[in-house]
T-cell receptor, first 117, second 114 residues
């Protein structure tokens, strides 16, 4: 069964430093998509970055990059030059190809990131 | 551009009362729509999804139901709320990029059942 695991319940990072949030996944499918979302205290889920299983290069979106290691089934989020506004809960999610029509996502339990000034 | 609206933002209801949460999407047609629930400090659990008007799929057995009376409207309902229905409810729609299938979320409704 497909599963997303985020092993870090909480993380601290100093402002302007980089931080890596871990995500491992389990799937028997060869085609799948991986997503990261940010949830600030207001509650809204904000899409950050996407990685397809066949993408050869790691995805990047501004200060966000995804360290995709397919053989290890890991999709870690790297945030560079952390800002105070990055303090939030971060969720890793996966969609299997078989659910491409429905678009169903499976979410991890999340990691709370706190950026210290 | 596409936007998604949810209301109300906050709701406090007594046990046994009915519930109706509404979600509407603008700027797109025939989107896939989703209802999720999030317990405090936890991940999201998919409750229902819909690929079109009148088409509802339930992911978990529960006290809730969903309906899609119009193309861009998705409603979450209950006839009698339970204490365990408390949580944060999020509606989402699937974007038009078929290669990525990114879901975009509304601002959510915080429901407290007392």
């Amino acid at each position: 069964a497909q599963k997303i695991t985020q092993t870090q319940p909480g993380m601290f990072v100093q402002e302007k430093e980089a931080v890596t949030l871990d995500c491992t996944y389990d799937t028997s499918d060869q085609s799948y998509g991986l997503f990261w979302y940010k949830q600030p205290s207001s509650g809204e889920m904000i899409f950050l970055i996407y990685q397809g299983s066949y993408d050869e290069q790691n995805a990047t979106e501004g200060r966000y990059s995804l360290n995709f290691q397919k053989a290890r089934k890991s999709a870690n989020l790297v945030i560079s030059a952390s800002q105070l506004g990055d303090s939030a809960m971060y969720f890793c999610a996966m969609r299997e190809w078989g659910s491409s029509n429905t678009g169903k996502l499976i979410f991890g339990q999340g990691t709370t990131l706190q950026v210290k000034p | 551009s596409q936007t998604i609206h949810q209301w109300p933002a906050t709701l406090v209801q007594p046990v046994g009362s009915p519930l109706s949460l509404e979600c509407t999407v603008e700027g797109t047609s025939n989107p896939n729509l989703y209802w999720y629930r999030q317990a405090a400090g936890r991940g999201l659990q998919l409750l229902f999804y819909s690929v079109g008007i009148g088409q509802i799929s339930s992911e978990v057995p529960q006290n809730l139901s969903a309906s899609r009376p119009q193309d861009r409207q998705f409603i979450l309902s209950s006839k009698k709320l339970l204490l365990s229905d408390s949580g944060f409810y999020l509606c989402a729609w699937k974007g038009d990029d078929l290669a990525k299938n990114i879901q975009y979320f509304g601002a959510g409704t915080r429901l407290s059942v007392l």
